[in-house]
């Protein structure tokens, strides 16, 4: 224990007996001896009855020595071996804690208020922010306001010189809002004490402060102190503030001090509230628009008030603009500055809005700056001046960089990270940098971005030395390897001619190959690439290196496979499975079963949740399960999870199954909504019923039935708010949902909520008939307008669809697309949309007039598959060259077109057989219009050419036999002969063997490429997929399909769809829980119906229930489709008629909609 030599006069035996009396009055308990002997007088002292006389009479010295005795012991409280704790110690410790925490922050905030100790400040609050939830609101709304305020003034004085890190951030809010429901009457110099806090608010918390705070210059001043920090929503949640009538009155009166205070706020103004804003109030504020981080539609409404054509100070308006000039269309930007230099200030200006994001690689103004360079030649500019070019290198195609220099090539490879470059570039690339021999471990490295082109020419010149110990830097870049590239990498290491593939020493894992003497030695990081057979890793060896091999990021089926290897014991405690980290993701169901306890069962769950893998589908399904049974038990074990589930982590409450919402409190979700609005990705993993009920249950909490839902309810739901149902949706005034448009822009919207939406928004309220709209309301609808239907968009007048706004409007919906949230949406196919939104310009203006050819601009303003496949022929061969890339990627191509796209890349580069391999590459879907002897002209040989036309789906039948006969003939192969690489490589094309030929394939090599090969949505007969899964059964495969446990068909995925009838009707309930969504999709309707019972059906998880296809539910029974539901929902009774306006899983399988499916089913077979 630390001395105290300045303590003043006080007896020291007095201050004991304070000591103990204040221990038993705060009902801490013992608290732990560690705790007392370390904290001791400390805590005696800041006990004391606390007036000013007490501190004072301190010594500056003693009161910074007790500052520094607690900040010590916290600091050490907050530094735990996670792998070596003692269950019993930390207890204690937590407790003794937790007394100091709960029992003297009041006083402590005194003291720290007294001695300004930034760094005591910092470790009081990390330790504030690691409390359990429900201690830190004991401690906060027990304290008195007046020491309350005292602390947040501590806070915003010492915010400067403290730090917290992102994953505290959420933790912060938490203590910010509670500290704010300390005071009923919130003031502006309170908001003035949170503004450092303000940034870690949730929008709800925000909206409790009164309109009439806005008012206050110093409040005004404080937001603009702190936006940088401040998120999006809680801008917009703030400027929406500003539009409160008795505030300020309507914006077109606003003075120009208040929109130069208010600055911040304004781009996230309403667009319709913005568009009100005048050129003259517009033009006050010139200097400052640039940096204020105005989005597109505000940027034009700014630009159209600033920039003049008509005089001659162009470049000087353009360079006044700064970012501003990212949204400059072409047209504007060559009336006022030409570009024509490469390293001028205005290009490189535009080069930044490309590398921030703002200025879209495939639009026209990046068309126009990538014209500058390659007219002024890449060769004239130095390494580092081509460097600024990065953000637009994928753009630059092929012939472009065979022009550079390799120092020029070199300079550049540290810029390109991620998607920086395209395989095709990548492939050319690296055959240029590679150096042929004595390859080192860091020039391998540096070349770490161009992973993707990797070829079977280049994986010759890198020793499998060098390969093992780049795994470090090369690790990032294994996901964006195809299929087949993966494939190649593991066969680089496997067992050849009876040789030992060597690694490093102690760096890697030893497998055994059947018929091989000797194993094979793996890196690390390919651990989680390998195939089940190749994955032999014995239980001794998994045991004794459960460290290294517990941060791998294990996949599904790996896990499980994995965990059945260890052979777990039962009586496994927490901190054995923590020590396990990834691979308790295989955990099975059965473990999860004994477990004893509540608390326990609870403990592991809240365990697996935190997972980096997460949590599969059919554990998932096991947990909630045994949780519902282990609710029927007698107290106290519900007494562990509480009657609301309030016992049960946020991240759980949300993965809640349908069945069980009605349980949760009021506040329990609240907590969810808050964690949707922090993190959307995370509602959209969950399947779109669950989504819906979950919306729909967090607007009941809001919003009463028969309500309507206020602008405050809206921003409270935020991306829920995507998810209602049709009635839900109508209860929104229209006033309302017009000043929400920008927020539903940004999130993933509901195929019900879509529908509503889209009718909702012609209405005279809010966008009015589609005939009548100008630019204004086309921008205000912004991607919104796919939401109408495409008789809707077409009414659209071509006027408010000038080139710019068409081609803004598509980019929005291409950036949302491509994003991580759209990804996980996947709304519906927009193809007859975006063909009515763009009609007006691709067609011609009068039916006499011949059809536009259009130049690359075109192609870029709009999309490749807009044209026609006369257009695309009539194109310039440089248009054409210039849009290849965007040609090759377009998944909207015909066959005509595709066609049509194809004759001009003959016109750039010959005859199919002088094809190079990168060519290829880049040509992607394109290589579909070739003709069966063209394709056979292609060098089929080399698996990086076989693999790139293995990846691509749409290949006629005829195509199919020409590709693989092709190869199997250049090659000199047997199908017998075809190893586990060809077979990845070969793709979709695999279904170009007949079924005799596919069953001299050997098993033992199939059984490896079927990870890759089950992935694919394979063209293949019901015949050829029966010969595929015979394979798997055979000795070399995986044996009888009753021996198999859930991973095996995890890892097989659509080849499942080939196992027979009898084999499928007798799965067991976990082996159906293994199939892949994927495959549950791709097995033949009639089949689907014929081998699957109901109860069967029923044992589906929710994941696997919503990949039924239509055409699937049109073949079942009604007892079969019921049983679909009842998955869907996760048990609960499907609600009639809320059902059908808030799911899209479940659909009203009355008889004409099922007679239709089979008649469109059959007519599909017959075509």
């Not at 996901?479 to 020493?505: E, I, P, Y």
């Not at 949780?627 to 999870?641: D, H, I, N, S």
């Amino acid at each position: 224990m630390r001395s105290f030599p300045f303590w003043g006069n006080q007896s020291l035996m007095s201050m004991g007996s304070a000591r103990e009396a204040i221990f038993s009055s705060c009902s801490c308990g013992a608290g732990g001896k560690e705790a007392q002997g370390m904290l001791g007088q400390a805590l005696m002292l800041s006990s004391l009855p606390d007036n000013c006389s007490f501190w004072d009479a301190f010594r500056p010295e003693g009161r910074r020595s007790v500052l520094r005795t607690v900040g010590e012991y916290l600091e050490q409280e907050e530094q735990p071996d996670p792998l070596d704790f003692d269950p019993t110690d930390s207890s204690s410790s937590g407790v003794s804690k937790m007394e100091l925490l709960a029992c003297f922050s009041p006083v402590l905030w005194d003291l720290l208020q007294r001695e300004k100790s930034v760094w005591a400040l910092q470790i009081l609050v990390q330790a504030y922010l690691h409390m359990p939830p429900e201690n830190l609101q004991q401690l906060v709304l027990s304290a008195e306001s007046e020491a309350a305020q005292g602390f947040l003034t501590l806070m915003h004085r010492s915010w400067a010189q403290m730090q917290v890190p992102p994953s505290e951030e959420q933790a912060l809010g938490r203590l910010t809002a509670l500290l704010l429901q300390r005071y009923p009457r919130l003031t502006s110099q309170l908001f003035i004490d949170l503004s450092p806090l303000i940034p870690f608010l949730a929008v709800s918390d925000l909206m409790r402060f009164p309109p009439s705070l806005l008012a206050n210059d110093s409040v005004l001043a404080a937001i603009r102190n702190y936006s940088p920090e401040m998120r999006p929503e809680q801008k917009e949640a703030l400027a929406r503030r500003l539009l409160a009538p008795e505030l300020f009155g309507e914006v077109p009166a606003w003075p120009q001090e208040l929109l130069w205070a208010a600055l911040p706020l304004l781009p996230h103004l309403p667009l319709e509230n913005f568009l009100q804003l005048s050129p003259h109030q517009i033009q006050a504020l010139e200097d400052s628009w640039p940096a204020a981080g105005l989005g597109p539609g505000h940027a034009r409404h700014v630009l159209r008030s600033l920039v003049n054509q008509s005089v001659q100070d162009g470049e000087e308006q353009v360079r006044r603009l700064g970012p501003l000039a990212c949204f400059l269309s072409p047209e504007e930007l060559q009336s006022l500055v030409p570009l024509n230099d490469p390293m001028g200030p205005v290009e490189q200006g535009l080069l930044e809005c490309a590398a921030n994001g703002t200025l879209s690689p495939q639009g026209r103004v990046a068309y126009e700056l990538l014209g500058v360079l390659r007219s002024s030649g890449g060769t004239v500019l130095s390494p580092q001046e081509l460097r600024v070019w990065t953000p637009l290198f994928p753009q630059l195609g092929l012939r472009f960089l065979q022009e550079l220099s390799e120092p020029q090539l070199r300079a550049m490879l540290p810029e390109l990270q991620g998607t920086s470059v395209t395989p095709a570039q990548a492939a050319l690339l690296l055959g240029r940098l590679l150096p042929r021999r004595d390859l080192s471990l860091e020039e391998l490295c540096s070349l770490h971005p161009l992973l993707p082109g990797l070829s079977s020419q280049t994986f010759q010149a890198i020793p499998r030395r060098v390969l093992v110990g780049a795994c470090s830097c090369l690790a990032p870049e294994l996901s964006r390897l195809s299929a087949c590239q993966t494939a190649a990498l593991l066969q680089t290491f496997r067992v050849k001619d009876g040789v030992k593939n060597m690694g490093a020493t102690g760096a890697s894992a030893a497998v055994c190959i059947p018929g091989q003497p000797i194993p094979t030695t793996w890196p690390d990081c390919l651990l989680p690439l390998l195939p089940l057979k190749l994955l032999q890793l014995d239980s001794a060896a998994l045991l004794a290196n459960r460290r290294r091999y517990r941060e791998l990021p294990w996949s599904e089926q790996q896990a499980q496979f994995l965990w059945k290897k260890m052979q777990v014991p039962t009586n496994l405690t927490l901190r054995d499975l923590q020590v396990l980290g990834t691979l308790a993701g295989g955990m099975s169901c059965e473990f999860l079963q004994q477990i004893n306890s509540m608390a326990d069962f609870l403990e592991v769950v809240h365990m697996i949740y935190q997972l980096p893998t997460g949590v599969r589908g059919s554990l998932r399904t096991c947990i909630w399960a045994e949780l519902q049974r282990r609710m029927t038990m007698p107290e106290p074990e519900l007494a562990t999870l509480g009657p609301e589930l309030s016992g049960l982590d946020t991240k759980l409450l949300l993965d809640l199954p349908i069945r069980l919402m009605d349980r949760l409190s009021s506040e329990s979700i609240m907590l969810v909504v808050e964690l949707v609005r922090g993190t959307p990705e995370q509602l959209l993993e969950l399947t779109p019923p669950h989504r819906a009920a979950l919306a729909e249950r967090a607007l009941e909490n809001l919003a009463p039935k028969e309500t309507t839902v206020s602008r405050e309810v809206l921003e409270t739901l935020g991306p829920l708010v995507g998810f209602l149902g049709i009635e839900s949706t109508r209860r929104i005034p229209l006033q309302i949902l017009l000043a929400h448009l920008s927020q539903l822009q940004g999130i993933c919207l509901g195929e019900p909520f879509a529908t509503e939406l889209g009718w909702l928004l012609l209405q005279e309220p809010v966008l009015g008939k589609p005939e009548l709209w100008s630019q204004d309301e086309v921008e205000q609808a912004g991607r919104l307008v796919f939401t109408l239907s495409p008789e809707a968009i077409s009414l659209i007048p071509r006027e408010a669809l000038g080139p710019e706004t068409l081609e803004r409007l598509l980019e929005k919906q291409q950036s949302w697309e491509q994003s991580r949230a759209g990804q996980l949406c996947a709304g519906p196919q927009l193809t007859a949309k975006k063909a009515a939104l763009v009609a007006g310009f691709v067609r011609p203006t009068a039916e006499d007039l011949p059809e536009p050819v259009p130049n690359c601009a075109d192609v870029r303003g709009t999309f490749p598959s807009a044209w026609s496949a006369t257009q695309i022929a009539e194109m310039e061969l440089l248009d054409f060259e210039d849009c290849l890339a965007l040609f090759a990627e377009d998944p909207g191509l015909g066959p005509e077109e595709l066609r049509a796209a194809m004759g001009k890349a003959k016109q750039l580069w010959g005859p199919p057989g002088g094809f190079r391999p990168e060519q290829i590459l880049q040509l992607g879907r394109l290589l579909i219009g070739l003709g069966e002897r063209e394709l056979q002209e292609l060098n089929l040989v080399d698996w990086g050419v076989l693999s790139t036309l293995g990846q691509i789906d749409g290949w006629s039948s005829i195509q199919l036999r020409g590709v693989v006969s092709s190869f199997l003939k250049q090659s000199g192969r047997h199908v017998s002969h075809l190893d586990f690489l060809h077979l990845t490589a070969l793709g979709y094309t695999l279904c170009g063997l007949r079924p005799e030929e596919l069953q001299y394939i050997n098993s033992w090599e199939f059984s490896q490429a079927a990870l890759f090969l089950g992935n694919l949505h394979l063209p293949c007969s019901e015949e050829q997929l029966e010969v595929l899964a015979q394979l798997l059964v055979l000795p070399g495969g995986f044996g009888p399909v009753s021996n198999w446990g859930p991973e095996i068909f995890t890892e097989i995925g659509t080849i499942a769809a080939g196992i027979p009838d009898l084999a499928i009707s007798a799965l067991l309930r976990g082996q159906i829980q293994g199939l892949t969504p994927l495959a549950i999709s791709v097995i033949p309707p009639p089949k689907f119906a014929v081998v699957f019972s109901p109860t069967q059906l029923s044992s589906l998880t929710s994941v696997q229930a919503v990949a039924v296809t239509p055409e699937q539910m049109a073949f079942l029974s009604p007892e079969q489709r019921r049983a679909v539901a009842w998955a869907q929902y996760e048990g609960k009774e499907t609600p009639e008629q809320q059902g059908r306006s808030t799911a899209w899983g479940l659909q009203d399988w009355s008889q004409p909609s099922w007679a239709l499916a089979l008649t469109i089913y059959f007519l599909g077979n017959l075509l």
